[in-house]
């Protein structure tokens, strides 16, 4: 999902082209409340392909973004488009090397994700905050042509250009801010992760059921207690009348 920030950090700096008759890849493209293709589109690539984990709305192939250079091979777009996505990987080199490879030498990558102080949103996992400095890192065997932070909400947007005497470096050393440990970690094991959305979705149950018994409770209630509910306890019905939810 990008929100309206998103969207004209693309206008303003995505030049048209960059993008008409060459190739296109946007990872993470299932439209879930509006996205980047329909904006691209208008700017005639010759191809356009949509990935995404799952099947749904503006996907093309159903593809793991760790999987990207096994799927489609090295050197394959001109364009690569990412957002609202490395926030949700737990491994996000293996996901960011695939992105450097399968671009072409001289081809535009533009990335958005989340930084710290976001809130939690599972989608349907949520592991990492990226700030201005670990993109310059993470990034720094490209030439960042742009690099702002997310004026609306908590993150950054990025636009980079694969040099055509491209030399990978590793990512081993950097440690990201972590939703899982709430510090920064170089590494999150799987069953560390794993343990993390059970607990996650042990505590969204919980509240849930909580929501369920109390709206039972006070639609079973005689009305006048009812109303008496809703003016003296107000801001404890309202948290209880709203029921949880994730993104």
């Not at 042509?145 to 030399?167: M, N, S, T, W």
């Not at 999150?188 to 993390?196: E, G, T, V």
């Amino acid at each position: 999902m990008c929100n309206p920030a998103c969207l004209e950090f693309a206008r303003e700096h995505l030049e048209p082209w960059e993008v008409r008759n060459r190739t296109v890849l946007e990872v993470g493209t299932l439209d879930v409340h509006g996205g980047l293709r329909p904006l691209i589109a208008r700017l005639g690539p010759a191809r356009y392909v949509g990935v995404d984990g799952r099947p749904g709305p503006g996907v093309d192939e159903v593809c793991d973004a760790r999987d990207l250079l096994e799927r489609f091979g090295p050197q394959s777009f001109d364009v690569l488009l990412s957002t609202e996505l490395l926030e949700h990987v737990r491994d996000w080199r293996r996901v960011v090397h695939g992105f450097k490879q399968v671009m072409r030498p001289g081809g535009v990558l533009l990335v958005t994700t989340r930084s710290r102080g976001h809130p939690y949103h599972a989608y349907p996992c949520d592991f990492w905050r990226f700030e201005l400095d670990d993109m310059r890192q993470i990034f720094g065997d490209f030439e960042i042509e742009a690099l702002q932070e997310d004026p609306i909400e908590v993150g950054v947007f990025l636009k980079a250009r694969k040099p055509h005497a491209f030399h990978e470096r590793s990512l081993a050393d950097i440690a990201l801010y972590s939703m899982v440990t709430r510090r920064r970690t170089k590494t999150l094991a799987p069953w560390r992760a794993m343990l993390f959305r059970a607990q996650v979705g042990g505590r969204r149950r919980v509240a849930h059921l909580r929501y369920l018994l109390w709206d039972t409770a006070l639609r079973l209630a005689p009305h006048p207690l009812k109303n008496l509910v809703k003016r003296r306890l107000l801001p404890l019905y309202a948290l209880f009348r709203n029921p949880p939810h994730g993104r």
